[in-house]
């Protein structure tokens, strides 16, 4: 048995190499002193994500932040000049003024904002400014996010930061003050997860990303990936994401209170995932597919609309761009879902793939009707949310209104 277990391999990283660029011992001392005396440069905390997800090799196999050749051949072929698949630029954008201080070949510190918003909070970590380079915000905007609509907020983003490119390898030294202090027990890094998932014996492992509360559909989605694996990575995003999303803590409750209850505790893993969102649609799907192939996933659910935003993407786009590319070198497996919903004459979850029935047998409620029944206390249709998870809304929701006398 134990041979058995030994004798097989997780998927490997993209690229082969899992990166490791955060400092420790000596080294870690000498540069973070180093670092003081060097130029500054204020990280967003889309960088800051980007930072995190670097050095700890979820962007495996990048270094740091790219450099002009890599940047053009991702915006125009989705494609790192080495040929492996890659779909969204990560890049460190600053002021002409901050570029015309750096030369090429420096080394600068990268700055946490302090709480007011300027240079001179926490030092994280140094850039070896290898290249700076001008790029086209309006091409960036068109061919990553499909639009260069500015009410995007990945494109409004863009179109916000600097005009100036930066690029070179990181080193961090100290993680980002949200990685320390925001759910610190449930940050595994790419390589705590390869380590639990061989501890447990998992050799094939399905992702769920989600930056919203699992509903009986998603459950349901879930476990019929579960079925054909050995565990579930339960993967939320708590990087950057829109202000009218419900708040990380209230959904990371939410999922500890249902997986207590309906998950078998051997199988699954719940994790936070800290990439920020860029609500990239198609582009961002196959971009989270290859981060979770760094943790050690074999296979990625793709829901309709993945990492879409107002109507920009089609419906099925994040699921037909995987035809763009050839999959040995994604490697990764992507799983894709249709919608899901309880019918009431299946007496089960299904999908418009698997039941025959009309929409009035179907228990289906639009955003706005499960906000405004949470806002006025009530719990949703069990068929719809476990109460469990209805319940924490609820509270999460009180909380989030300031009124401490109905909680
Ligand atoms: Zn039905």
């Known amino acids: 048995m134990t041979e058995r277990r030994n004798s097989f391999h997780l998927i490997a990283p993209h690229g082969g190499t899992l990166i490791n660029r955060l400092l420790q011992g000596d080294i870690r001392e000498t540069m973070r002193e180093r670092a003081q005396s060097l130029v500054r440069v204020p990280l967003t905390p889309l960088n800051i994500a980007d930072l995190e997800c670097i ?8 270094c740091g932040f790219m450099g002009e050749a890599d940047y053009q051949s991702v915006v125009h072929h989705m494609h790192l000049t080495n040929g ?8 460190l954008a600053v002021t002409s003024d901050l570029a015309a201080r750096i030369s090429i070949g420096q080394t600068v510190a990268l700055a946490e904002p302090d709480p007011a918003g300027v240079v001179g909070g926490r030092l994280l970590g140094v850039l070896e400014v290898s290249e700076k380079f001008h ?5 960036e905007a068109h061919n990553v996010y499909c639009t260069t609509d500015p009410a995007h907020p990945g494109v409004a983003r863009l179109y916000a930061q600097g005009e100036v490119y930066l690029a070179g390898d990181i080193w961090v030294f100290d993680r980002p003050i949200e990685v320390e202090t925001t759910f610190p027990r449930l940050r595994c890094t790419p390589a705590e997860t390869r380590r639990i998932f061989k501890e447990r014996g998992w050799r094939r492992i399905v992702a769920f990303q989600t930056r919203n509360p699992i509903h009986r559909a998603h459950e349901y989605i879930q476990k019929t990936a579960l079925e054909i694996v050995d565990g579930l990575l339960l993967h939320p995003l708590v990087g950057e994401t829109k202000a009218d999303d419900i708040p990380a803590d209230v959904r990371v409750e939410s999922y500890q209170a249902i997986l207590d209850s309906y998950y078998p505790a051997d199988r699954v893993l719940l994790s936070v995932f800290p990439a920020a969102m860029r609500y990239a649609g198609p ?8 981060a979770r192939k760094n943790y050690g996933c ?3 659910i793709v829901g309709r609309d993945h990492a879409g935003v107002g109507n920009y993407y089609g419906t099925y786009d994040a699921h037909y761009i995987f035809d763009e ?3 040995r070198a994604l490697d990764i497996t992507p ?14 979850i299904v999908s418009s793939k698997t039941c025959p029935h009309s929409k009035d047998d179907h228990i ?7 906000r405004s029944m949470l806002e006025r206390g009530e719990l949703l249709p069990p068929e719809f949310t476990r109460p469990e998870v209805s319940r924490v809304l609820i509270e999460g929701m009180r909380r989030k209104n300031g009124d401490p006398a109905k909680a």
């Open 84 to 91: 492996l698949p890659w779909t969204i630029p990560v890049t």
């Open 135 to 139: 790029y086209d915000k309006a091409v």
């Open 335 to 348: 799983l894709f879902f249709e919608h899901t919903f309880y019918c009431k004459r299946c007496g089960a």
């Open 325 to 327: 590319f050839d999959p």
């Open 283 to 290: 582009r961002e799907a196959i971009f989270h597919a290859i």
């Open 55 to 62: 050095s700890t090799g979820v962007f495996s196999p990048l």
């Open 298 to 300: 074999s296979h990625f």
């Open 364 to 370: 289906v409620l639009s955003g706005t009707q499960v």
